[in-house]
């Protein structure tokens, strides 16, 4: 969450604030305008260009056949992992993948993993020797804030266009990957007793705590994580819970459910 | 082993005979370490965490540094033999993401604005690990943390609730971690504001309010103990002390 901001902006934005304004006019549980566009990558298994607002996601889904782990020799593997690229932001540094990326990558796995959205005993092939492997790889083109809301959608997304490539392994015909649920992260921060939704980068660098709900489509809380260096008080975790189930449920009903 | 083959309750109690809303034994024994500046070390039921604190001390590599503040780095590190399975050494990237928000439940009250350019080590190592080890650890951390006299606004207390068996249940043990529907844990100060929240599973809205107040009462509860285990190494030299203010 670190980020170049002068004083003199956060003085801004803090300003505005109380005034009950954000810098970009929105209002304070108001997300960005959100594009989602399926199978950009022809390569891939299933892909999803995301934007929100100025913020780009691009999630690529591989899939291939392996090995299951030993304690569950039925059952698929997913494999989450995140990039933060140089080129989307420049607070990122080339390398290995730092914790923030590490986190990001987490918490999308845990939205998927938690909500059971794909069934994994039905990417089993041969009990115990050969499952399928889903590889969600998100890739940060654009940082201008709240890439883990963007990226959770980007995963959803591409794996609800996802064509398992049976036939290019021997397996049989190519069909589309079966899905049992489709979560939707929605993230918030806390500033100055004030709760914003769907925080630009300028928000995200001056708060100092940050909250994401990942809920199913039932309405239940499926994944939760707290990042940042701040306390929030009960009450305002309750109340980031209501709207959170409230905007996830308007975009999974906008751009998932088709 | 499958889900079905294990019942969570029996005449009303859990696996090891304790109610929904109970904590597993705990122990907490502090300034276990010579060389470290504060440490501590804590069981909560299979749990056995060693915490150390180093600092405020140089920071390296020195572009890390701030000026204004201390940094606060939080390592979490399970040992090989600590779990069922032998765990390769080394950090993967569970024990990344446990550090990162170990680290976040602790830095809102510790003043590092008091050590502008140092860097507060925090050191924690699982070396047995039976569930809930991130909140043992932060437990273990916060005590050491205070034993090695670094000021703080407030002490650190940590628990987790789950979900089994369709009941909320508190401090979660293996069992009912790997096969359980939820596990929510949470870190707060005594005065109730949260610095640790995460959650996997399933949890309906009613239910994730039930499991809150539950952890909550729970880290109150671990809050006392801590707050003995470090009056009982300092209650006597608090005590000297204030006689030695009272001549000045």
Known sequence: MSSVISEIRKDFIYNLLLKGERVDGRTFDQYRDISIERDVIRKAEGSALVKLGSSQVLVGIKMQPGEPFQDTPNRGVIITNAELVPLASPNFEPGPPNEVGIELARVVDRGVRESKAVDLEALCIVPGKQVWIIFIDVHILDDCGNILDAASLGAIAALLSTKVPASRFGLGEDYMLPLNDIPVATTAIEFGDVLMFDPGVDEESIANTKLTVITTAKGEICGMQKSGKGLLKPEQIYRIVDIACEKAREIREKFLEA | ?248
């Not at chain 2, 606004?153 to 790997?178: Q, Y």
């Not at chain 2, 359980?180 to 309906?204: K, V, Y």
């Not at chain 2, 671990?222 to 285990?229: D, K, L, S, V």
């Open chain 2, 1 to 248: 082993m499958d889900k079905s083959d294990i019942s969570f309750f029996k005449d009303g109690l859990r696996l090891d005979g304790r109610r929904a809303d109970q904590l597993r034994p705990i122990r907490i024994e502090v300034g276990v370490l010579a060389r470290a500046d504060g440490s501590c070390y804590i069981e909560m039921g299979g749990n056995k965490v060693i915490a150390a604190v180093y600092g405020p001390r140089e920071v390296h590599p020195r572009h890390l540094q701030e000026v204004t503040r201390a940094i606060v780095r939080y390592r979490y590190n399970m040992a090989s033999f600590s779990v069922e399975e032998r765990k390769r050494p080394g950090p993967d990237r569970r024990s990344y993401e446990l550090s990162k928000v170990s680290r976040e439940a602790l830095e809102p009250v510790i003043m590092t604005s008091y050590f502008p350019r140092s860097v507060i080590d925090v050191f924690v190592e699982v070396l047995q690990a039976d569930a809930g080890t991130r909140t043992a650890g932060i437990n273990a951390a916060a005590v050491a943390l205070a034993d090695a006299g670094i000021p703080m606004k407030s002490m650190i207390s940590s628990c987790a609730a789950g979900k089994v068996a369709d009941t909320i249940v508190l401090d979660p043990m293996k069992e009912e971690d790997n096969f359980g529907q939820a596990d929510l844990p949470i870190a707060m100060t005594p005065g109730g504001d949260i610095t640790l929240m995460q959650m996997d599973g399933g949890l309906s809205p009613d239910e994730f309010h039930q499991a809150v107040e539950m952890a909550m009462k729970g880290a109150r509860d671990i809050y006392e103990m801590q707050r003995a285990a470090l009056v009982e190494k300092y209650g006597k030299i608090e005590a000297s002390t204030i006689e030695v203010n009272a001549c000045e």
